[in-house]
Each structure stands twice: as structure tokens, then as C-alpha cells.
């Protein structure tokens, strides 16, 4: 789907949607306890459909109940396989990266084969150290190359291995399903290369309620999980997006807002909380009003012009879409830096980025690991230009914030894929 949108001033108030991270994160536990669990306000979108649907081939029940715009989840969780799934189980992922890895450690846990497939793009991404960590465990797999199609059947042995992480979620699986590997199992984990942090932190915190034993250096270069341990049953809320946020608060700094942004919590885990934190560096008034947990809201507005500067994205790759559109309209150089692995997400963000700003009249030099963007205070795009979505939905939701502050209309391709994370952002956008 091809999107038209009109150069205007955004303002007004966006709900932002739940955590997609936290949102899976509750789903995959909830399915592995013993009981009944109760999700309420859930991100409803693509990505955790598929988590939804993968959850139910693993054997949990899950009832949904609406009451408005309230969505609650219930689910009965399989209590760590006590129940076999069926056989010639095949799992689609769609489009969820997420969903894929943290489920391809859980299905090791118990025998049968259990097949994952996923869209184009999935079967690009590679889960190659991940499972060579998994066949340490005594997991065994086959795939294409590290990519789906991936068939996995265990059963989990523990033992010791490493695990490069590029990209969190491999780690983050492996935490998330070694506690119920079998007990006197132990698993120990050496990770010499971990990006994401903040989202090993998240990991950890669900740990830690759930009163699961770990032990961890400071850096988070180690861990050893002994097995035996269980998921308990739980009720939860799920806190909204920081991630999803930056791109109605990127609209506001590109075209001066005011755009007040609800059901936030600045004590959250999520590392993409940073962004208001880039904003502020650049130029924008940026400011809080607690209205108590999960509900605090965040108000983005520009009076003066914006300013370049030099951002660390290692905790926070997924913030390069929109940081470097925000940096096309300021003033001097941005670089956004240390963030290689931007170039594992849905496309090579880093150089999708360049190619695509460039259509805009934005000249960008392409690093290694990362981007710097040559602002000029406006872009000097010709006449309705077509931005090409790549289908990543935080490459269309980049680009429609900037098209907003664009001397002419924009046309941005693929941008149904923003439906992946935040349903309706476009509508929104278009006005």
C-alpha cells in the first residue's frame, strides 16, 4: 500500500501503544506457566498476533476479551510441556523477529520437532548463534543456512557455551527458557559480544518477579541458570511503547508540535526511552507529567531551530529510523554511531536510511557502524518523491514524520507493514 501525505504541523495527543517487547515477553511466560495469566492492554498488532498464535501451537489456551478499547488476554499456560503439542507442528512467524528467536529456545525444551517459517524477511535474518548456542545445550536444529525455514527438537542437556549477541534477543531467549530445563541441569552462558542491554535488563526483571535463580557478572559477560525452576501464573498491564513513541515525538521536533504523548513510564526498562533524552540535546522542550505508573504522559515541542550533535545507539538501535530523520532538519552534523547491528533488523537500516534521505535532498556518509546525517535545517526534495518502505515498518514510520515537514507531498510505499508494531500510526499521520 502506497501512502499520499501532505506537508502539515502536527499537533494533538497520541495513546501510544503497548510494549511489543514486554508484550511478547508476558505472552511466551504466561504460556510456559502453570495456570491461568491475565494480560491486559496488550500491544494488538501484527507482530504479536504471530507471538499469539505461536503461543497456542506450543499448547497454551488463550481467550481474549475486549471492553472498548480495552483488550485483556488470558492464558492457560502449558506449565513447561506438561502437555505434548501436536505433531508436525509448524510455526509462522510473519514478521517477528522476536517472536522467532525467543521461541526457538523454548521449543527445544521439549522433543518433537517443531518447524519455524516466517515472510521474506524472516528468512533473511539469521539465527546462526543462536542455535550453535542451542546445540551446545543439546538442542538440534536444521535450517537454511542459520535461517528459517528452522525445524528444532531437544531435549535441553545444559552445559556451557557462548553466545555472541548482536542482537539481544538471542540472549534473551536463552534466559527466557533454560529455567525449565530439567533439574540438576545447569546452563551456563559466556557472552563475548552483547548489544541491546536494556533489553537483557527487561529480561532479567521478569526473572527476578518471578523468583528464578541466576547468577550474572556486572557487564552481563556470564550467567549460569541452573534448571528445575517454573513460570508462575501472573496479572499484568502492559506499559506503552517508548519505541513506537519516538515517531509521533520525531513529527513534533520536525514540525514544532506541540504532541502529547500518553500511557508512558519513564521508570521502565525499555533503553528507547533515550529518545527524549536526544531531543532535548537538539533543541526540543521536552516535558513530563506524572500521572502514575503506565500513565505518564510526555509532551514534545520546538520554538527554535534544531541542532546536530553525536548519539551512542548500542543500547538503542531501533532509534536510528527516526533519529536520522529528526537529524535531517537540523542545523550541522548528526552521527548516530555504534550501532552495527542496525544492519540485522528488518532491512540494513543504516544504509536504507542513506539511500532513502538522499531522495529527500539530505546527504548522509554511511560508517561501519553507523550514519551521519548533514542536516541543512530542511530538506529540498523534487517534486513528490517516492520513498521506498523497504516493508520496515520503523522505516515507513520515520519517513511519514519526516514527509510532515516536507516542502512538497510525499509518497512512501509499503506502509500497511507500519500495522507490524502501531496500528493506525499512518491514519494518524494523514490526518
Not at 246 to 256: D, E, L, N, V, Y
Amino acid at each position: 500500500m502506497n501512502v499520499h501525505i501532505t506537508p502539515r504541523r502536527l499537533t494533538g495527543t497520541f495513546k501510544i501503544p503497548a510494549s511489543k517487547s514486554h508484550t511478547i515477553r508476558q505472552l511466551l511466560i504466561a504460556s510456559l506457566a502453570d495456570g491461568e495469566s491475565v494480560i491486559e492492554y496488550p500491544l494488538d498488532s501484527l507482530d504479536t498476533r504471530s507471538c499469539l498464535n505461536a503461543c497456542k501451537a506450543l499448547g497454551a489456551e488463550i481467550a481474549e476479551e475486549r471492553n472498548g478499547e480495552k483488550i485483556s488476554w488470558k492464558i492457560r499456560g502449558n506449565g513447561g510441556f506438561k502437555k505434548e503439542i501436536e505433531a508436525h507442528t509448524v510455526i509462522d512467524v510473519g514478521n517477528s523477529g522476536t517472536t522467532l528467536y525467543l521461541v526457538l529456545a523454548v521449543a527445544g525444551l521439549q522433543q518433537k520437532p517443531i518447524e519455524f517459517t516466517g515472510d521474506e524477511q524472516i528468512q533473511k535474518r539469521s539465527a546462526a548463534p543462536l542455535l550453535d548456542a542451542l546445540a551446545g545445550l543439546g538442542v538440534n536444529s536444521q535450517s537454511n543456512n542459520g535461517c528459517a525455514p528452522i525445524t528444532i527438537s531437544g531435549k535441553w542437556k545444559g552445559g556451557k557455551v557462548s553466545l555472541p549477541s548482536p542482537t539481544s534477543q538471542y540472549l534473551s531467549a536463552l534466559l527466557i527458557a533454560a529455567p525449565l530445563a530439567p533439574a540438576g541441569t545447569v546452563t551456563e552462558i559466556e557472552i563475548p559480544l552483547l548489544n541491546e542491554k536494556p533489553y537483557i535488563e527487561m529480561t532479567l526483571s521478569y526473572l527476578k518477579a518471578h523468583g528464578i535463580p541466576y547468577s550474572t557478572l556486572p557487564d552481563f559477560s556470564f550467567f549460569s541458570i541452573p534448571g528445575g525452576s517454573s513460570w508462575k501464573a501472573f496479572s499484568s498491564s502492559v506499559p506503552g511503547d517508548f519505541s513506537s513513541a519516538a515517531f509521533p515525538a520525531a513529527a513534533a521536533a520536525i514540525t514544532g508540535g506541540p504532541v502529547t504523548l500518553l500511557g508512558l513510564n519513564r521508570g521502565d526498562t525499555q533503553g528507547d526511552k533515550f529518545f527524549f533524552e536526544m531531543l532535548e540535546k537538539m533543541g526540543c522542550d521536552v516535558q513530563y507529567d506524572d500521572n502514575g505508573e503506565n500513565n505518564q504522559s510526555i509532551t514534545v515541542s520546538r520554538g527554535g531551530s534544531l541542532r546536530g550533535g553525536t548519539f551512542d545507539l548500542n543500547k538503542t538501535p531501533d532509534l536510528l529510523p527516526a533519529a536520522a530523520v529528526t537529524a535531517a532538519f537540523a542545523d550541522g552534523d548528526t552521527r548516530l554511531d555504534n550501532v552495527a547491528h542496525a544492519r540485522i533488523k528488518e532491512t540494513d537500516r543504516i544504509t536504507v536510511m542513506k539511500q532513502e534521505l538522499a531522495k529527500l535532498g539530505i546527504r548522509c556518509t554511511e560508517l561501519p557502524d553507523g550514519l551521519v546525517i548533514h542536516g541543512k535545517g530542511a530538506l529540498s526534495p523534487p517534486e513528490t518523491p517516492v520513498i521506498d518502505g523497504h516493508g520496515d515498518h520503523r522505516i515507513v514510520m520515520s519517513f511519514a514524520a519526516a514527509a510532515l515537514g516536507s516542502p512538497v507531498p510525499v509518497e512512501i510505499t509499503t506502509a500497511e507493514c507500519a500495522a507490524v508494531t502501531y496500528p493506525g500510526f499512518i491514519e494518524k499521520i494523514i490526518g
